[in-house]
């Protein structure tokens, strides 16, 4: 299986008044993240704060095309990003616990952090219809060219891993820089993969390698 270090592409923050950077989405055009009592959206290429929205935040965030989802401990939130009403409402699996959150092929995938779960869930009822398996706590959740990453945080080791949505295979690893930790992963549909920093209040850009067509690797 490939594996290399991670090409850190950028750093965004500290940001005032952020202590902990929860799950990460992407709209197409600004970064939201969680912050615990607020979701904040700011622009990658400037690194401006735009703006913010008064909600529970807890652990990941998704954007569907037109919609945040947000977890809030037991629960997912469907917001409306314009003026950050909650839309409806559905249990997170197995009552909490969750971290990562992201959205693909009309599906939540939700990430379990002590439980190396992911799963793939209804987006209106919450209901589990996919479980994948992992052997490191999962930490964040994104979906690209058909590809399934997620961020890995235990100690001082972090890693990016594109894994095998049906068996959990692990396909490629990134592993991050010593004592820079992984808290949410999106992807911007291109070759960046945002990273939450946990309690450093920042975020990162890293590199998301390109699939080699001879291999099949990813």
Not at 27 to 56: M, Q
Not at 63 to 81: S, V
Request: hydrophobic share 35%; proline share 5%; with cysteine.
């Amino acid at each position: 299986m490939p594996r290399s270090t991670a090409e850190i592409l950028g750093e965004y923050g500290p940001f005032a008044g952020v202590e902990n950077v929860h799950g990460v989405t992407y709209d197409g055009r600004h970064v939201w993240f969680a912050v615990g009592d607020r979701l904040i959206a700011f622009d990658p290429e400037h690194g401006r704060i735009e703006r913010s929205i008064d909600v529970t935040a807890h652990a990941g965030t998704a954007f569907d095309g037109h919609h945040l989802f947000q977890i809030a401990e037991d629960l997912i939130h469907k917001i409306d990003p314009n003026t950050g009403h909650v839309l409806a409402t559905i249990p997170a699996p197995a009552g909490g616990g969750n971290s990562g959150l992201a959205w693909a092929e009309g599906s939540l995938w939700v990430g379990q952090y002590r439980q190396r779960k992911i799963h793939q869930i209804d987006p209106q009822t919450g209901d589990i219809l996919r479980t994948v398996e992992s052997n490191r706590f999962v930490t964040g959740v994104t979906w690209v060219d058909g590809e399934l990453w997620h961020g890995t945080w235990e100690g001082d080791e972090s890693e990016l891993r594109h894994v095998d949505p049906n068996t959990g295979k692990v396909l490629n690893r990134l592993d991050m820089p010593p004592g820079m930790g992984v808290s949410g992963l999106e992807s911007d549909g291109g070759d960046r993969l945002f990273c939450g920093g946990g309690a450093s209040g920042t975020l990162r850009a890293v590199r998301r390698p390109r699939r080699h067509t001879a291999t099949g690797g990813g």
